[in-house]
């Protein structure tokens, strides 16, 4: 009886887990069974193994062979266990030394030829890894510079079987990650292409200062894309911990670019309006994948037209925008991927939507409601603000002396008030203002004076504001002071953070 073990890293969601892949070859009839949870893809690494062994010229061991993947209770899926089931076989078979290769993790899919392919969630397997002890880790060559992002580690790179079995062996080196391909910068977008809407300026400065949510009214070319598209121009980039997060979702759903580094621009995600609940939330069969929300996660989730989306769709967003997660329940357990979004979205005030205003509206007032009753109340509820764009006009789109304030200026002002109210909720681990619970900062030593909230307290009295709309007011008042250098919000503040919930089309508040 031959006996072998090497370590891979399987996934559930966005956490890694350290498998042990045994391989245990005995006298008998010649079989290979599967053991601990593989799911079908996974099940067919037994002829995927086979073809890959025997095209590298190795001998397969005609043998009764059991692989088992410990621990036996963890969900495995994937074809990111070939290389080290391949590995573990040759091993048991008295093929290879297990020196060399103990204390190794080894990923990778296998191709019948031989070739080791790239396979997703490379960073979060390599990172899992690393947690576990690990250092030493062996990917395939496409996903090289992806693990070189986990600090810590020792990457080398493997494109072949033959390859590897001949570094076991010592005839042959593995190899070296290349470095980083650097694509060529998309065409910027900045805050100067807007011509006129101050209004949907300031609540785009706002937004981004403070982490909140936007929504954005208006009739066909007032600006509601262009404002929404260049938000991520004014946010600061992501810092170490929060840039892990994005590029092991991004890896995890297999949009990664080869040869990419940490992703440090804040995600944008645009799903078109006919995007199907798993597209938008996740899910799947077998593993649920992220979807455009978790694939936004620390950066914005646009969602144009909103009001030509399905309901069902648009009231999955209303826990995940609560909690920062998405949870996905399926038959084998449950999938929860990080969702900490910026919501922004757009919509025309009714179907005909006329470029000219209300005035030239078409639509009967039971068209108008239905249109906007796509975007309900508890969803619209936690959105924190509503603003109106109104009709540009000819002088908007005149080149003025004074050109709009570009991007570059008005993120270096949403930088430093973040940077306040970070360092104000600092040791809570809150980053932004937006994140902050409600009953914080109804009580001391947060608390506003009775005076400076009378507005607000009248607006909750007379029904015109939620109670969750009073605590994002406030949220909004802070962020307000912050970006105008004050320590603590002042009644013109609250009255302007009030303008901004409401909204100036009382058709979509509360």
């Known amino acids: 009886m031959s006996y072998a073990r090497v370590l891979c890293v399987g996934l559930v969601g966005v956490t890694g887990h350290l498998v042990e892949v045994e391989a245990d070859l005995a006298a008998g009839l010649p079989a290979v069974m599967l053991t601990g949870l593989p799911d079908a893809s996974l099940n067919e690494a037994r002829d995927r193994v086979r073809a890959a062994i025997v095209n590298s010229g190795q ?14 209770d963890l969900h495995k899926h994937g074809s990111s266990f070939d290389l080290a089931i391949a590995t573990a076989l040759l091993t048991g078979a008295g093929d290879l030394p297990p020196g060399p290769l103990r204390e190794v993790v080894l990923l990778g899919e296998l191709g019948l030829d031989g070739t080791v392919r790239p396979v997703r969630g490379v ?10 002890g690990v250092t030493r880790v062996i990917v395939p060559v496409e996903n090289a510079c992806e693990a070189t992002v986990v600090p810590g580690v020792t990457v080398r790179a493997v494109d072949t079987l033959r390859r590897l079995v001949e570094f076991v062996r010592g005839q042959e080196l593995l190899l070296d990650p290349l470095p980083a391909a650097t694509p060529p910068p998309p065409p910027p977008l900045d805050l100067a292409d807007v011509a006129g809407q101050l209004m949907g300026r300031l609540g785009l400065e706002v937004a981004a200062a403070g982490g909140h949510h936007l929504a954005l009214f208006g009739a066909p070319g007032a600006g509601k894309t262009m404002l929404a598209e260049r938000l991520p121009s004014i946010l ?44 938008l939330i996740g899910g799947g069969s077998g593993l649920a994948r992220p979807g455009a929300m978790s694939l936004a996660h620390r950066g914005v989730l646009f969602l144009d037209e909103v009001s030509e989306m399905s309901g069902r769709t648009l009231q999955a967003l209303r826990e995940p925008l609560e909690t920062g997660q998405v949870v996905l329940a399926r038959l084998h357990g449950t999938t929860e991927y990080p969702a900490r979004v910026q919501l922004v979205v757009a919509a025309n005030p009714c179907p005909c939507a006329s470029p000219a205003g209300d005035q030239y509206c078409t639509c009967s007032p039971h068209v108008r409601r239905r249109y906007r009753a796509k975007l309900s109340g508890p969803l619209l509820d936690r959105i924190d603000m509503r603003i109106t764009l109104r009709p540009m006009r000819a002088a908007d789109l005149v080149p003025a002396d004074d050109p709009a304030t570009p991007s570059a ?28 619970p409600g009953p914080v900062l109804r009580k001391p030593p947060w608390q506003l004076p009775l005076k400076e909230t009378t507005d607000l307290r009248r607006a909750l009295d007379l029904g015109l504001l ?31 953070a009030i303008q901004l919930r409401m909204g100036e089309s009382h058709e979509w508040t509360e």
């Open 59 to 72: 001998d397969w061991p005609n043998r009764r062979i059991t692989v088992n993947l410990l621990p036996a």
């Open 123 to 132: 960073l979060p397997m390599v990172a899992a890894a690393v947690r576990a």
């Open 236 to 279: 600061p980039e992501l810092d170490d911990e929060a840039a892990l997060e994005v590029t092991a979702l991004h890896s995890i759903a297999g949009v990664l670019p080869p040869g990419s580094h940490l992703i440090r621009r804040p995600p944008f995600q645009a799903p078109h309006h006919s995007a199907s609940l798993a597209s």
């Open 409 to 436: 200026v008005v993120a270096t002002k949403v930088s430093q008030a973040r940077k306040v109210a970070e360092e104000r909720w600092a040791a809570n681990g809150w980053r932004v203002n937006a994140e902050v």
């Open 466 to 496: 939620s109670a969750r709309g009073f605590d994002r007011v406030l949220r909004l008042a802070w962020t307000l002071a912050d970006l105008d250098g004050r320590s603590r919000p002042e009644r013109a503040d609250i009255g302007e």
